[in-house]
């Protein structure tokens, strides 16, 4: 049941959107270097997932991973020290936005590489399945990544080989600057899945509830050992591609534009009863308090040693 | 011929609107490149489009306008598909830009230019030709991180077949595009991506720069610096310093890694005697290594001093500002190389 989640969703999901925001502010002050790209809007897809995932099950993530590493149980301190390149990075400020990443929560990293996901998630899920391990792999990837070669080739194996592995598609309408609907002969993803003799289910990826049921079927089934399922989530992305981007392609037609995934579970969870709008206010508040902090001690954080430029290149 | 000052990326842009308009079966082809495909209100009231990108830089801004979305050609992010077709069209009639919009992406890119692009001519007895420019970029120098910064032109240097191109400033990108789109090969024309804010003196005719030929950006007498792309500045400015102490520096730009210049740089070192070899690749296997062997091999008689290359580390190009900073080859690191070959020289001048 969503209910016994709420709380944690709820919390996660505000710490993904202050983080955001945060982010977007700081970027503008010229705080951080190169290039970012935020996940504000599509909180409800790594929630929704990461709510039935355990520390020891794997993900993949993208180049907008910031969401699924908060999501993941990453540190956050850590995270916002690594975007803005300091020390006390998770990556020692080494990796950047790009390459978010803590192996030891299970987050494999945020990729530079669009599709560069795929092959790796089903590589965790192989550890899985050959050690008999109960663990799953979750691959995040962007519309813009299913039309790589990699989708296939991903897919294909993991299919092939009955991994524990769920493919999670978040559809947010545009890769990069270019709409889904024409890099796409295909009208959704979801239903290239029975090429690969998996199932592909669609949902509304604003929706943290539809995102959850579908995600613990696919687990069901991975733990099975019937193997992988292709799930695409239908959303949004608040900002642009990157911090910068004039974002000329959207338009007031787009599916989901005015749509809040956060204000959405807040409603739906006051009027059930899973959360009173005190617990809401108390968890907003405590988020932006985790937030704040994490600002203040990536600020704080010293630039890495020089040194570090020479180090962790080999074991 | 007029001068006014342009961008490294105007120029670009501007010999890629030329060669459009002078033959017909030039296109561009990657991702984003015009951006906003099937997006109405990017449809202009003479049917002619906006683009909402041109290019994640902006360098192709204003092409699909004039050329249209047919030969301004927006791909899924699918680099092995597109690049297979740009293959594919230019041994069959088209002469295209296909655009990697970083190096670091040539992962997926890479098979079509290696096995497919560069063998063809060889393995069909020379009964076929790929006129493709492959438009990338490469450096460290903006936060990009490790998958974003990367120099790998002497990566595509290692293939035969392949030409690759490394234009330094505005004026040499716009001649050696307008070259590489010229050539019936596969040219790989880099861009440092921190050169396209550079301004210099641009014609605004049609004219190209001789592939395969190197610059001599200053001559000098006592040291030949030979350098890539942006590397070209970095030792101009060593030029500048040591020219303080009297020492005369010879500077050469490369302008074309493969196949290099190697005349130019040969007679460069007879007359100076030492060389240092600036590239901001990785230190192994590079142009700069290349460059020191052939050299060695034949003029090594004529060296006082053994050659020095500075490159960036044997590490992935870091994140963090400062150590960025530390990764690129900058004067300081060449004069600290260039102090140890310079030093009975300046005992004896100075």
């Given at each position: 049941?969503?209910?016994?989640?709420?709380?944690?969703?709820?919390?996660?999901?505000?710490?993904?959107?202050?983080?955001?925001?945060?982010?977007?502010?700081?970027?503008?002050?010229?705080?951080?270097?190169?290039?970012?790209?935020?996940?504000?809007?599509?909180?409800?897809?790594?929630?929704?997932?990461?709510?039935?995932?355990?520390?020891?099950?794997?993900?993949?993530?993208?180049?907008?991973?910031?969401?699924?590493?908060?999501?993941?149980?990453?540190?956050?301190?850590?995270?916002?020290?690594?975007?803005?390149?300091?020390?006390?990075?998770?990556?020692?400020?080494?990796?950047?936005?790009?390459?978010?990443?803590?192996?030891?929560?299970?987050?494999?990293?945020?990729?530079?590489?669009?599709?560069?996901?795929?092959?790796?998630?089903?590589?965790?899920?192989?550890?899985?399945?050959?050690?008999?391990?109960?663990?799953?792999?979750?691959?995040?990837?962007?519309?813009?990544?299913?039309?790589?070669?990699?989708?296939?080739?991903?897919?294909?194996?993991?299919?092939?080989?009955?991994?524990?592995?769920?493919?999670?598609?978040?559809?947010?309408?545009?890769?990069?600057?270019?709409?889904?609907?024409?890099?796409?002969?295909?009208?959704?993803?979801?239903?290239?899945?029975?090429?690969?003799?998996?199932?592909?289910?669609?949902?509304?990826?604003?929706?943290?509830?539809?995102?959850?049921?579908?995600?613990?079927?696919?687990?069901?089934?991975?733990?099975?050992?019937?193997?992988?399922?292709?799930?695409?989530?239908?959303?949004?992305?608040?900002?642009?591609?990157?911090?910068?981007?004039?974002q000329k392609y959207k338009t007031?037609?787009?599916?989901?534009?005015?749509?809040?995934?956060?204000?959405?579970?807040?409603?739906?969870?006051?009027?059930?009863?899973?959360?009173?709008?005190?617990?809401?206010?108390?968890?907003?508040?405590?988020?932006?308090?985790?937030?704040?902090?994490?600002?203040?001690?990536?600020?704080?954080?010293?630039?890495?040693?020089?040194?570090?430029?020479?180090?962790?290149?080999?074991? | 011929?007029?001068?006014?000052?342009?961008?490294?990326?105007?120029?670009?842009?501007?010999?890629?609107?030329?060669?459009?308009?002078?033959?017909?079966?030039?296109?561009?082809?990657?991702?984003?490149?015009?951006?906003?495909?099937?997006?109405?209100?990017?449809?202009?009231?003479?049917?002619?489009?906006?683009?909402?990108?041109?290019?994640?830089?902006?360098?192709?801004?204003?092409?699909?306008?004039?050329?249209?979305?047919?030969?301004?050609?927006?791909?899924?992010?699918?680099?092995?598909?597109?690049?297979?077709?740009?293959?594919?069209?230019?041994?069959?009639?088209?002469?295209?830009?296909?655009?990697?919009?970083?190096?670091?992406?040539?992962?997926?890119a890479l098979d079509p230019i290696?096995?497919?692009?560069?063998?063809?001519?060889?393995?069909?007895?020379?009964?076929?030709?790929?006129?493709?420019?492959?438009?990338?970029?490469?450096?460290?120098?903006?936060?990009?991180?490790?998958?974003?910064?990367?120099?790998?032109?002497?990566?595509?240097?290692?293939?035969?077949?392949?030409?690759?191109?490394?234009?330094?400033?505005?004026?040499?990108?716009?001649?050696?595009?307008?070259?590489?789109?010229?050539?019936?090969?596969?040219?790989?024309?880099?861009?440092?991506?921190?050169?396209?804010?550079?301004?210099?003196?641009?014609?605004?005719?049609?004219?190209?720069?001789?592939?395969?030929?190197?610059?001599?950006?200053?001559?000098?007498?006592?040291?030949?610096?030979?350098?890539?792309?942006?590397?070209?500045?970095?030792?101009?400015?060593?030029?500048?310093?040591?020219?303080?102490?009297?020492?005369?520096?010879?500077?050469?730009?490369?302008?074309?890694?493969?196949?290099?210049?190697?005349?130019?740089?040969?007679?460069?070192?007879?007359?100076?005697?030492?060389?240092?070899?600036?590239?901001?690749?990785?230190?192994?296997?590079?142009?700069?290594?290349?460059?020191?062997?052939?050299?060695?091999?034949?003029?090594?008689?004529?060296?006082?001093?053994?050659?020095?290359?500075?490159?960036?580390?044997?590490?992935?190009?870091?994140?963090?500002?400062?150590?960025?900073?530390?990764?690129?080859?900058?004067?300081?690191?060449?004069?600290?190389?260039?102090?140890?070959?310079?030093?009975?020289l300046k005992i004896g001048t100075?």
């Amino acid at each position: 049941m969503i209910k016994e989640k709420t709380l944690w969703i709820y919390q996660k999901m505000n710490e993904i959107r202050f983080f955001e925001e945060e982010v977007h502010r700081t970027f503008g002050k010229g705080l951080i270097p190169g290039f970012v790209h935020l996940y504000a809007g599509e909180e409800a897809v790594a929630t929704g997932v990461m709510a039935l995932l355990n520390d020891e099950d794997y993900i993949t993530s993208t180049h907008r991973g910031h969401g699924h590493a908060i999501a993941k149980g990453c540190d956050i301190k850590g995270m916002m020290a690594e975007i803005m390149g300091k020390r006390d990075g998770l990556g020692g400020g080494k990796g950047g936005s790009m390459h978010v990443a803590d192996i030891d929560k299970g987050m494999l990293g945020a990729n530079g590489i669009v599709g560069g996901g795929f092959g790796i998630a089903a590589g965790a899920a192989l550890t899985s399945k050959t050690l008999g391990l109960d663990h799953v792999a979750v691959c995040f990837f962007g519309d813009g990544a299913s039309n790589e070669g990699t989708f296939h080739e991903g897919l294909n194996l993991a299919s092939i080989l009955d991994l524990p592995v769920i493919f999670v598609c978040e559809n947010n309408q545009f890769g990069e600057g270019t709409p889904f609907r024409y890099a796409s002969a295909s009208e959704t993803v979801a239903e290239r899945a029975p090429a690969y003799n998996m199932p592909g289910i669609r949902v509304d990826g604003m929706d943290v509830e539809a995102v959850y049921e579908a995600t613990k079927t696919a687990i069901e089934r991975a733990k099975a050992g019937k193997g992988p399922t292709l799930i695409e989530c239908d959303t949004y992305r608040h900002y642009g591609h990157f911090e910068g981007d004039e974002q000329k392609y959207k338009t007031d037609n787009d599916p989901n534009k005015d749509r809040d995934p956060i204000t959405e579970f807040r409603e739906k969870a006051i009027k059930n009863q899973w959360m009173t709008e005190k617990q809401a206010v108390e968890i907003e508040e405590n988020a932006k308090k985790t937030i704040d902090e994490a600002v203040a001690f990536a600020e704080e954080s010293p630039l890495p040693d020089i040194s570090t430029l020479y180090t962790d290149i080999f074991a | 011929m007029t001068e006014r000052k342009v961008t490294f990326m105007t120029a670009i842009n501007e010999a890629m609107a030329q060669s459009m308009r002078k033959d017909e079966t030039v296109i561009l082809i990657g991702t984003d490149v015009a951006g906003g495909a099937e997006v109405d209100h990017l449809v202009q009231d003479d049917g002619r489009y906006d683009d909402a990108f041109g290019g994640v830089f902006g360098l192709s801004k204003g092409l699909v306008t004039e050329f249209g979305r047919e030969r301004v050609i927006d791909t899924p992010i699918a680099e092995h598909g597109y690049f297979s077709a740009a293959v594919g069209a230019a041994a069959t009639g088209l002469r295209p830009i296909a655009e990697l919009m970083f190096n670091d992406f040539v992962g997926f890119a890479l098979d079509p230019i290696l096995n497919q692009g560069a063998k063809m001519r060889y393995m069909f007895g020379g009964k076929a030709k790929i006129p493709l420019t492959v438009r990338t970029v490469h450096g460290a120098g903006a936060g990009a991180a490790a998958q974003h910064s990367q120099t790998l032109y002497g990566l595509f240097g290692a293939i035969p077949g392949v030409k690759v191109v490394v234009p330094s400033n505005p004026y040499d990108a716009k001649g050696l595009m307008l070259a590489a789109i010229e050539d019936d090969n596969v040219v790989v024309f880099s861009e440092d991506k921190m050169l396209y804010g550079m301004k210099g003196d641009v014609p605004e005719e049609y004219y190209t720069i001789e592939i395969g030929k190197a610059n001599v950006v200053r001559e000098g007498s006592d040291l030949t610096i030979v350098a890539i792309g942006k590397m070209v500045q970095v030792a101009e400015e060593v030029a500048d310093r040591l020219g303080g102490d009297g020492v005369k520096v010879e500077v050469i730009d490369l302008r074309t890694i493969s196949p290099w210049d190697q005349e130019t740089v040969i007679e460069s070192v007879k007359k100076t005697g030492r060389l240092i070899v600036i590239d901001e690749s990785n230190p192994h296997n590079n142009t700069a290594t290349d460059v020191a062997s052939v050299v060695a091999d034949k003029a090594f008689d004529y060296l006082d001093g053994p050659i020095k290359t500075v490159c960036a580390p044997n590490t992935p190009v870091p994140f963090a500002a400062n150590l960025e900073k530390a990764y690129i080859p900058d004067a300081d690191k060449v004069l600290r190389v260039a102090e140890e070959l310079i030093s009975d020289l300046k005992i004896g001048t100075i």
